[in-house]
């Protein structure tokens, strides 16, 4: 009889899958919960694919091509304003499983690591995997989702907290840290002798404020792990090629294990990812601007109709207070897939303090979302 780990079993029972598969089949919903572009992959990248698709059939190295990672190395510095060499940069398949490994390389049994809540659904049983354990840290509604430093610092266990995850622009509320904020959690980091794993998925789909990367605040050389991806961006979710950028010491460490997951990142993904680095700003240009056109009708509509929004400073998700309507995200989330045909994700799926809210992705057409505000506002009313 197979035994199945009580590591395993002991993961959240995600139902954002069976959700999404529901609405996949009824071709009637209209679908606001993917967490992907729904932009084409821009035609330079086509033209990239099509080239090396007969050139791309060996490994690449566990740490990734030394010309991509070359390549990243000036992106972060422009972009960024972090200077590192490319002994400090892993490629791998997907930021997710940089975040995975270098979760493995810093977390042993029963050691901590702060998670923010609401928050991306795979932070929290990352850590569990490792057998590691994930301390909560509260994002209020009414602080615009921000980190509270006074909250986090309380949090930290001298001799069991190794690391903190924080994400900006954040999934799912669309939060932007100031700063501020991360000037005042890059005190913390080191007075406290932590490290900081900082997600910037959506670095480049941002509106209201200015990107601010962590690991280019004075003193963070040592204290930060940035992980950063072309999906989002680049319109590149398929092609699963993300990177990490750390101290020396913990990139060997991730290359060396990453030996025994995918060995290494696909070569033709790293290979249209270079071409993705050498495009026009105004390829991304188009993108956000057209999010930012979609994001200020649906907060617009959803606070009209009721689903009070604070509004979305990054990403493309709007995170909306239902306690108006219903004291269970997961149940409204059913409701409104069976009898309002819109698809949608609950926060419970976000965290503990997720619940009483319901994601929207408006990574989608603009008439699709303003027919789903229609159908959400029958909904409500009956």
């Not at 694919?49 to 490994?59: D, E, G, L, Q």
């Not at 080191?190 to 900082?198: K, Q, V």
Request: some cysteine; overall charge positive.
């Amino acid at each position: 009889m197979v035994h199945i780990s009580e590591r395993e079993r002991q993961l959240p029972d995600l139902v954002i899958g069976k959700l999404l598969q529901i609405a996949n089949e009824d071709k009637s919903v209209i679908s606001l919960g993917p967490g992907e572009p729904d932009f084409k992959l821009p035609a330079p990248l086509v033209k990239e694919v099509k080239y090396y698709a007969n050139k791309s059939n060996h490994y690449s190295p566990p740490g990734g091509r030394h010309e991509l990672k070359e390549a990243i190395v000036k992106k972060l510095k422009k972009d960024n304003r972090i200077k590192v060499d490319p002994e400090n940069i892993i490629v791998t398949s997907g930021s997710q499983e940089a975040l995975m490994l270098a979760s493995v390389c810093t977390l042993d049994v029963g050691e901590e690591a702060i998670v923010p809540d609401p928050s991306y659904m795979c932070y929290l049983p990352t850590i569990e995997l490792m057998d590691g354990i994930p301390i909560r840290m509260e994002l209020k509604e009414e602080e615009g989702f921000d980190i509270n430093p006074d909250r986090l610092r309380r949090l930290i266990d001298k001799k069991r907290t190794k690391f903190v995850i924080i994400n900006s622009p954040s999934n799912p509320t669309g939060n932007v840290l100031s700063k501020k904020i991360l000037e005042e959690i890059a005190d913390i980091a080191r007075e406290n002798n932590i490290f900081i794993f900082s997600d910037e998925a959506y670095e480049k789909i941002i509106y209201d404020k200015k990107h601010v990367s962590i690991g280019s605040l004075n003193g963070m050389k040592d204290y930060v792990a940035t992980f950063q991806t072309f999906s989002k961006s680049y319109a590149m979710c398929g092609f699963r090629v993300g990177y990490c950028a750390g101290p020396k010491k913990l990139i060997k460490a991730m290359t060396d294990t990453h030996i025994y997951t995918t060995t290494a990142a696909s070569t033709l993904s790293q290979l249209v990812a270079m071409k993705a680095l050498e495009m026009k700003k105004s390829y991304v240009d188009v993108m956000v601007k057209e999010y930012k056109r979609r994001r200020d009708l649906i907060v617009k509509r959803l606070n009209e109709i009721g689903l009070r929004t604070v509004k979305p400073e990054g990403a493309f998700y709007a995170f909306s207070n239902i306690s108006d309507f219903s004291k269970n995200s997961f149940m409204f989330a059913k409701n409104l897939l069976e009898k309002g045909k819109v698809a949608t994700v609950p926060g419970s799926e976000f965290g503990r303090y997720g619940e009483g809210f319901i994601r929207f992705s408006y990574a989608t057409d603009y008439k699709l979302i303003e027919k789903a505000m229609k159908r959400i506002e029958k909904f409500l009313k009956k």
